[in-house]
């Protein structure tokens, strides 16, 4: 099925641990961004990129890394996790400057204790 | 740096009436692009409609309308003939045309809590 997909769903980390959230878009998307949503705060963009190689930092970029080596992926890893990542986290993927939107994955759930 | 603005946390209309979810935004540029989004509760992002800041007529969709006022920085969202099942969490966003990288950011707004009664 055509669209972006994250992995994992769920995911529960202990302090200090670092893991990667996988997302994959099949649609041969240029822009691909990483957002988390927390109660009241809407979505806060954490990384983003504009093309395979080519990245740049959000709002809310630190304790995280990204890397995009193919258009398809752009994982996006925590660091050394902490209780302040507990979050659900969201892929999105658009064509270049369109009035299509961003397609987004289905999110993912960290809690981190 | 841009900024969305959504006023209202929640909302409540009837069942088949029009309402009005407002958004205000914030930017120097004159190339940008806002749209809005629908989270039902199920958590997956849905894209409603799309504005562009060149665009002369307002952008519709089905029973949703975008209410665009360049001048005042505001680009409300009308849903018409509302239904039960359009109750759902709604975030603006805006993304602009600044050179660089920055057309690869969406910048999104707060959100508006809609509910529907019958």
């Known amino acids: 099925n055509a669209g972006v997909t994250q992995t994992p769903k769920f995911q529960v980390l202990k302090t200090g641990q670092s893991m990667t959230l996988q997302c994959a878009q099949d649609?041969?998307?240029?822009?691909m961004s990483w957002y988390r949503q927390d109660p009241g705060m809407g979505l806060r963009l954490i990384h983003y990129?504009?093309?395979?190689?080519?990245?740049d930092q959000g709002e809310v970029p630190n304790g995280y890394n990204v890397s995009r080596s193919t258009t398809e992926d752009f994982p996006l890893r925590l660091l050394s996790a902490a209780p302040s990542q507990t979050s659900v986290y969201f892929c999105?993927?658009?064509?270049?400057?369109?009035?299509?939107?961003?397609?987004f994955g289905s999110g993912t759930r960290l809690t981190v204790v | 740096a841009q900024k969305i603005t959504q006023t209202q946390p929640g909302m409540f209309v009837q069942e088949k009436e029009a309402v009005t979810l407002d958004c205000t935004y914030d930017?120097?540029?004159?190339?940008?692009?806002l749209f809005w989004y629908k989270q039902p509760s199920s958590g997956e992002m849905i894209f409603l409609i799309y504005?562009?800041?060149?665009?002369?007529q307002n952008a519709t969709e089905g029973r949703y309308s975008l209410n665009f006022q360049k001048a005042r920085k505001s680009a409300n969202l009308v849903i018409s003939a509302s239904q039960l099942g359009d109750s759902a969490m709604y975030f603006c966003?805006?993304?602009?045309?600044?050179?660089?990288?920055?057309?690869?950011?969406?910048?999104f707004g707060q959100g508006t809590i809609l509910t529907v009664h019958p």
């Open positions: 504005q562009g800041s060149y665009d002369e």
């Open positions: 999105a993927s658009s064509y270049s400057w369109s009035s299509y939107g961003y397609t």
């Open positions: 966003a805006m993304r602009v045309n600044a050179g660089g990288t920055s057309y690869g950011k969406l910048t």
């Open positions: 649609m041969n998307h240029e822009y």
């Open positions: 990129s504009v093309g395979a190689g080519i990245t």
């Open positions: 930017t120097s540029d004159q190339s940008y692009g």
